[in-house]
């Protein structure tokens, strides 16, 4: 049976929404130095060296495929594009980035069967309208935050409004200023 890990790019006040600032907010994850960008990208390798299967929805997908990651070079875009790659979608995607299964229909439905067929880590990046489902459905087991040290006011927040219990199991500094926050969801 698969473990499902949400893994977020996050700011203190909890937004993980248009990190970048593509979609019109300020950016917050393009202000940190480059020994932290390097930082954060030796750690993004290592956990997609772990994975055996990405989950996102189908915006996310298409962020990494207009971000060049079907044409990246390196082990980390190497690494990503071998990876299967399921997508939650009602429409077709363009799979130009290696694999994509899209799962279409019920998300909950979707998932838990993906859950059952894939043995090791599932790691869903980004996604924010896939992983509140997710976390509300006591479907995700592990969250991997890692924490920017910025305050953005507004944007979409990671968690549902439903309370859910987690566990702390790993703290780490990123660099000289991400934290990566690992919590065990506890479920009901």
Known sequence: MGKLII????????????PTGDEGSVSWFTRIGEDDRAAWAEAEYAEAVEASALLMGRRTHTYFLNRG??????????????????????????????EATV???D???????????VSGEIVVYGSGKLVRPLIEH?????????????????????????V????????RTVGTALALLTYELLGP
């Open 138 to 162: 006591d479907l995700a087991d592990e969250l991997r935050l890692m924490v920017y040290p910025f305050v953005a006011g507004t944007g979409a927040r990671l968690f549902p409004a439903a």
């Open 7 to 18: 893994s977020e790019n996050i700011t203190l006040d909890g937004v993980i929404e248009d």
């Open 107 to 117: 998300v909950v439905k979707e998932v838990t069967r993906l859950k059952e067929e």
């Open 69 to 98: 990651w079907a044409s990246r070079t390196g082990e980390w875009a190497d690494r990503l594009r071998a990876l299967p790659k399921y997508v939650v979608s009602s429409t077709a995607v363009d799979d130009g980035w290696g």
């Open 164 to 171: 859910k219990p987690a566990r702390l199991i790993g703290t």
């Open 103 to 105: 799962l279409a229909g």
